[in-house]
């Protein structure tokens, strides 16, 4: 009997300690896009490093949000960030021709660029690197892996992207 107690509870220490979280079991690729279901919006957060609803019960503020970028007539061109406020917060570190390179440059920013900080982030594409100032003023780094556009059901605008993220020690 002791023996099974032992094993029981050995058994119930290891299912505990693995459905723990921690910084390091965060998503390598986080992939967010334009809908809305129920007036609910999904953002990234830096702090949680993690995709989040908004409105959402504790008023957490995504870093920032996906939108479409359009033209004239109408056509999807490119996904675009912006901040629900509208506050400058986007920075164009790099732009490379491969995933590879973009992601060595990913990897080893440690620094924020003294440049302007920017309202919006237009015109994202895969292997550009961007830096983006948190709701609580530091600062993340995102590398774009994938985009998709295009127009939904109902001529709906729709963008997506795929990313690594990271803070900015």
């Given at each position: 009997?002791?023996t099974?107690?032992k094993?029981l509870?050995?058994g119930?220490?290891?299912v ?5 979280s921690?910084?390091?079991s ?7 896009n334009t809908t809305v279901?129920s007036n609910?919006?999904k953002?990234?957060s830096?702090?949680?490093l ?6 959402n019960?504790q008023n ?7 939108l479409?970028q359009?033209?004239q ?8 960030l912006s901040q629900?406020d509208?506050?400058?917060?986007f920075?164009?570190s790099n ?7 973009a992601?060595s440059y990913?990897?080893?920013l ?6 302007t ?12 690197v961007w ?9 993340g780094?995102i590398?774009i892996?994938?985009t998709k556009?295009?127009?939904v059901?109902?001529n ?5 992207i795929k990313?690594?993220a990271e803070?900015i020690?």
């Amino acid at each position: 009997m002791k023996t099974q107690f032992k094993t029981l509870l050995l058994g119930l220490l290891i299912v505990l300690t693995s459905c723990e979280s921690d910084d390091n079991s965060k998503s390598e690729f986080y992939t967010l896009n334009t809908t809305v279901t129920s007036n609910i919006f999904k953002g990234f957060s830096f702090e949680s490093l993690n995709i989040i609803n908004y409105p959402n019960k504790q008023n957490t503020k995504p870093d920032f949000i996906v939108l479409a970028q359009m033209n004239q007539t109408g056509t999807v061109l490119s996904p675009f960030l912006s901040q629900q406020d509208l506050e400058s917060r986007f920075i164009l570190s790099n732009t490379f021709s491969d995933y590879n390179s973009a992601k060595s440059y990913f990897d080893t920013l440690a620094i924020v660029e003294n440049k302007t900080l920017e309202q919006s982030a237009f015109n994202i594409k895969p292997n550009q690197v961007w830096v983006i100032k948190t709701n609580n003023g530091d600062f993340g780094k995102i590398l774009i892996v994938e985009t998709k556009t295009e127009t939904v059901e109902n001529n709906t605008p729709f963008a997506e992207i795929k990313f690594k993220a990271e803070r900015i020690k």
